[in-house]
């Protein structure tokens, strides 16, 4: 039983890394637009990201709703 189980733990370590290294190589491609100001824009909607995501995610590229909708497009398409 305990074989199960570290198996299982394994496999979920496994793809937690993988997911993570995916995520951080698109950050380093994702980049969103900025105007002079240092206003930065969605990189889905255009929009404007607000100051209170970008200072709980200073390295966001897109506003919460794209953002949540991205996240969960990617669960439904093993993304």
Known sequence: M???????????????????????????????????VGNRFCLSCGEQIARDRLEAAPDAVRCVPCQSWQETAGRHHGV
Not at 13 to 22: G, K, P, S, V
Not at 25 to 30: D, G
Request: aromatic letters at 2%.
């Open 2 to 36: 305990t074989d199960l189980f570290d198996r299982a733990q394994k496999n979920e370590q496994e793809t937690r890394e993988r997911d993570l290294a995916n995520q951080l190589a698109r950050r380093v491609t994702e980049t969103p637009d900025q105007d002079a």
